[in-house]
């Protein structure tokens, strides 16, 4: 795979490619979800050397005060874009397998590794909701959970194929290719790396055996240790490893105190239909949105507060308390997040973790 080693930390960006980015909130520094934006993080993460950069594939928002998510680039043209603004951080797009045919997504990564002079890397997700499918009559009703693992599953194994043989032929329960051939392959050896995020029994299996690297969650430290250990061991049981990561929001301000003000400020923005939208999304009873949503609250994921001392201090003991071996960050504001990041904590993750 293209990780620098087995004992290196990833520490890479989760890209603002949908307006609002991960706070649900009318309080927060303006994210539009549009090109400039996404291209000056991505710039700044590439000069300041974080690992990767990723977008997420999203086509339905979630309405409110602030219509959250309504506005969202399409993940691999945006990273294709961003390939040929930058030079060395991993591009890592996302596909879902109900709505791209696996040689159209073979294709297309091919196409986008070669863009980028071999860093692309392919988040998967098996598509979990259902108005944002519906939309576009992308939505199979007959297909529950586990069916949509299945043909995630057997989609993976049609497009890994499609990258190393000169031509497929696969007969299957979703899909079917007589001597198809897909060239050019990928530049990436031996293939481009694969990521995903499940979080139920059969989507955390899937991830463990099919990707290079998962991103688990949790309530807490010890759910994510857990977590990243479960992993790992079925991983090996498979003959196989992985890396495991997880996400963090940054809220940075010259003091603690101050920081603690400005989640006060985001917090107190928070738009409460937007997050029943997403919750209900989720599959959250309807009776229980309202109780729901004031629980989760602005923020989409962990958050580390404080200075940049203090913030460095918390992002190195959630690595190491959840035996991770990366991280993807996310911030209110991604240039100035960025910025301070690679100036003033960046070089010490990099000298903790060497």
Not at 30 to 43: E, S
Not at 284 to 313: I, K, W
Request: aromatic content about 8%.
């Amino acid at each position: 795979m293209n990780w620098p080693s087995p004992h290196h930390k990833d520490f890479g960006v989760f890209l603002p490619v949908a307006n609002g980015g991960w706070i649900v909130s009318s309080t927060t520094p303006p994210l539009d979800g549009l090109y400039p934006q996404n291209r000056a993080a991505a710039v700044l993460a590439d000069e300041i050397g974080l690992d990767f950069i990723m977008s997420m594939a999203k086509f339905r928002g979630f309405g409110g005060a602030t219509d959250h998510w309504g506005t969202v680039l399409e993940s691999v043209t945006l990273m294709a874009g961003l390939a040929e603004a930058t030079r060395k951080v991993r591009i890592w797009a996302t596909l879902h397998p109900l709505l791209q045919n696996p040689a159209v997504a073979a294709k297309m990564i091919a196409t986008l590794d070669h863009i980028s002079g071999g860093r692309v890397g392919l988040n998967i997700v098996a598509g979990a909701y259902r108005e944002e499918f519906a939309q576009m009559s992308a939505w199979d009703e007959k297909l529950d959970h586990d069916d949509r693992y299945a043909l995630a599953e057997e989609w993976t194994h049609v497009v890994k194929r499609l990258w190393r043989e000169d031509r497929v032929s696969h007969h299957g329960r979703f899909f079917n290719l007589d001597d198809c051939q897909s060239d050019p392959k990928p530049l990436s050896r031996p293939r481009p790396d694969l990521i995903c995020a499940g979080s139920s029994a059969r989507g955390f299996a899937f991830a463990v055996a099919e990707a290079d690297a998962c991103f688990i969650g949790g309530a807490s430290t010890a759910d994510r240790r857990a977590a990243s250990r479960r992993a790992k061991t079925m991983a090996e049981g498979l003959g196989k490893s992985i890396r495991t990561y997880a996400m963090c929001t940054v809220v940075h301000a010259e003091t603690d105190a101050a920081a603690q003000a400005l989640v006060r400020v985001y917090a107190d923005g928070l738009d409460l239909d937007a997050v029943k939208a997403m919750l209900r999304s989720w599959g959250a009873p309807a009776d229980r949105l309202d109780a729901a949503a004031h629980q989760q609250g602005a923020f989409m994921t962990e958050t580390v507060v404080g200075s940049p001392a203090t913030c460095g201090d918390r992002i190195a003991s959630f690595v190491e308390d959840c035996e991770l071996d990366g991280l993807m960050l996310i911030f209110p504001d991604y240039v100035a997040g960025l910025t301070m990041f690679g100036a003033e904590i960046l070089p010490g993750l990099r000298q903790r973790f060497s």
